[in-house]
Structure formats: C-alpha cells, structure tokens
Antibody, heavy 117, light 107 residues
Framework: QVQLQESGPGLVKPSETLSLTCSVSGDSISPYYWSWIRQPPGKGLEWIGY???????NHDPSLKSRVTMSVDTSRNHFSLNLKSVTAADTAVYYCARSRTGQYFDFWGRGTPVTVSS | DIQMTQSPSSLSASVGDRVTITCRASQGISKYLAWYQQKPGKAPKLLIYAASALQSGVPSRFSGSGSGTDFTLTISSLQPEDVASYYC?????????FGGGTKVEIK
C-alpha cells in the first residue's frame, strides 16, 4: 500500500520561502506524477502543481513563478518550494499521487502551514 | 481557465435518503471528472474517476454520471459514515481544478 508523508516547518514568516517534502513508501516514485494540493482553513481544495518522476513540472498559473518542485528518485521523495509567501498561503498542504497527471489516487495526511511573523 | 461549480454548497438528509450533488464545468470536459470525499480532519479520498468509474473499495451506493459540462454524484442510500464534504475535480487539461465542495450532513 502506497503511503505519503509530508514534512516541513509549520510556521513560515511572510516574504520567506515555504519548503515541504513528501516521502513516498510502499512504491517507487516512477513512473507517476506527484502533486501538491492545499486547503486554506475552512475552504476548498487548490491544486498547486505536479512533478513527474522525470523531473518535468506543471503548476497552477495563478501562482506564477513562486513555485518550484523537484523529485529525488534515489530517496523516493519530492519537494515543494513556494517563495514570497503571504498570509494567503496559510493552509493544510497535501501531497498526492496520480498515475497519469490527472486524478489523485493516494494522498498524504496533510501538514498545516501558517504564514505569520 | 475552466471553472467548476458545485451545488448545493451544503445539504442535510436522513439516513437512507438518496442524495445528489451536481458539478458544472464552465466549458466541456468530456468525461475527465473525478469525485472525492473528505471527512473532517482527513485527507480527501478518491471515489469516482472518468465521471462514472468507481474506485476500488468504494461502496456501490456511490455512483457518478454525466459528460461535457454537467455531472452528478449520487449516494443511493445515505449512511452515517457518509457525513463529509464532497469535491469534484476536472482533469482534461491543467490546471487541475476542484469544485467548491458540498458538505453533507445527517438530518
């Protein structure tokens, strides 16, 4: 059974960079797509982007150039960097797997991130 | 970008009732639609993909239908464990957009 586990700081200061890692166990990183999805408090789900096992990426245009994603196949994990954060980036961040870059069949439990000074 | 609109935003129904949730896309997406269930404090769980295909392990009381712009998720007989928020998600092209969600409660 595939398991995903998010890790990273729970508190980030405004204007700094939010960095999260998702560790994958029970299966290989390849040949899947790995997404980051977030949920602001009391709100719905927002797709941030995905990284393919090869390293290619795609992300929501609304996040412009703030998003960087990478994958480390040797360590079976992938990462998210979101720079220049504001309070609007406060959310629970989930990592998730998709076979085809489409829908998400396995999710991590989520990690809360607060942006505050 | 294509917008996904769900209705209603919340509903209350009795155990055993048939419940229907609607998701509308602002442009046609063929059958590239998934449905998720999210219980309070938990990660979302995939219920339906390709508009009507039931994910392995999901109870058969859940079903999906539709194509193009209009889709429905139906719970044929609501159970107490179905209390959750439900989200649709389109995936014909990126960005992979979710609907605003529907909160289902027991009356």
């Amino acid at each position: 059974q595939v398991q995903l586990q998010e890790s990273g700081p729970g508190l980030v200061k405004p204007s700094e960079t939010l960095s999260l890692t998702c560790s994958v166990s029970g299966d290989s990183i390849s040949p899947y797509y790995w997404s980051w999805i977030r949920q602001p408090p009391g709100k719905g789900l927002e797709w941030i982007g995905y990284v393919y096992y090869s390293g290619s990426t795609n992300h929501d245009p609304s996040l412009k150039s703030r998003v960087t994603m990478s994958v480390d196949t040797s360590r079976n994990h992938f990462s998210l960097n979101l720079k220049s954060v504001t309070a609007a980036d406060t959310a629970v961040y989930y990592c998730a797997r998709s076979r085809t870059g489409q829908y998400f069949d396995f999710w991590g439990r989520g990690t809360p991130v607060t942006v505050s000074s | 970008d294509i917008q996904m609109t769900q209705s209603p935003s919340s509903l209350s129904a009795s155990v055993g009732d048939r419940v229907t949730i609607t998701c509308r896309a602002s442009q046609g997406i063929s059958k590239y639609l998934a449905w998720y269930q999210q219980k309070p404090g938990k990660a979302p769980k995939l219920l339906i993909y390709a508009a009507s295909a039931l994910q392995s392990g999901v109870p058969s009381r859940f079903s999906g239908s539709g194509s193009g712009t209009d889709f429905t998720l139906t719970i044929s007989s609501l159970q107490p464990e179905d209390v959750a928020s439900y989200y649709c998600q389109k995936y014909n092209t990126a960005p992979l957009t979710f609907g605003g969600g529907t909160k289902v409660e027991i009356k």
